[in-house]
């Protein structure tokens, strides 16, 4: 089973702190991705990367970075935490499927609910 | 560009009754579509996946969706439903882009089932 986990399901931050968000999965997946998810808007894509230190924005990457070193880890970066920053925070991979040339399936981890004071 | 659309944000149903949550979707290729479900507290899970190999697709949970290119739809139906039915559903769009596959996702429905 693939697995993606991520560090924290809760989290409470003070406006302005840095703050990280740690995602693993165990299946040598190229892609990892980083979500957020806000009641009524779905999820909305921050960042993705395709391999190690690659990465590309998304939708909404304002206020947010990112980290690849290893190809099993992907970290979201808040570098000063705001109150619009709350929010759930959803990590997933893929695999690149070459051969198909179809969109593969996305394994989401758990969620880290991230709340700013 | 990519879009999906999923008419109504809250469904209702009552236990043993059908089941039907509607996505439309935009695409400018043929498209990838999938059905995500997230129960409370949790991430999200594959239902399940069309790739153009058949139009009625069966996913887990007795959930099957069917692929109609006429109407650009994908909707998500259950013939009986119960009550671990309930849930907020996604349905996403895949398209490709900088060497990766990327989905679009609705913005969700949540069904609640009623005893």
């Known amino acids: 089973d693939v697995k993606v986990t991520q560090s924290s399901r809760y989290l409470v931050k003070r406006t302005g702190e840095k703050v990280f968000l740690e995602c693993v999965q165990d299946m040598d997946h190229e892609n990892m991705f980083w979500y957020r998810q806000d009641p009524g808007l779905g999820l909305r894509l921050i960042y993705f990367?395709?391999?190690?230190?690659?990465?590309e924005k998304g939708d909404i990457p304002e206020g947010y970075s990112v980290s690849r070193e290893k190809k099993e880890r992907f970290s979201l970066i808040l570098e000063s935490a705001s109150t619009n920053q709350t929010s759930m925070y959803l990590c997933?991979?893929?695999?690149?499927?070459?051969?198909?040339?179809?969109?593969?399936?996305?394994?989401f981890g758990p969620g880290t609910r991230l709340t700013v004071l | 560009a990519q879009s999906v659309t999923q008419l109504g944000s809250h469904v209702s149903v009552s236990e043993g009754a059908l089941v039907l949550l509607r996505c439309n979707y935009s695409s400018s290729v043929p498209p990838y579509l999938f059905w995500y479900v997230q129960y409370p507290n949790q991430g999200l899970q594959l239902l399940l996946k069309?790739?153009?190999?058949?139009?009625l697709v069966k996913g887990i949970n007795g959930f099957e969706a069917e692929f109609k290119k006429s109407e650009t739809s994908f909707h998500l139906t259950k013939p009986s439903a119960h009550m671990s039915d309930a849930a907020e559903y996604f349905c996403a769009v895949g398209y490709s882009q900088g060497g990766s596959e990327k989905l679009v996702f609705g913005k969700g429905t949540r069904l609640t089932v009623n005893p």
């Open positions: 997933a991979s893929s695999l690149v499927d070459g051969t198909s040339g179809s969109t593969d399936t996305q394994y």
């Open positions: 069309y790739t153009s190999a058949a139009t």
């Open positions: 990367s395709y391999d190690v230190k690659m990465k």
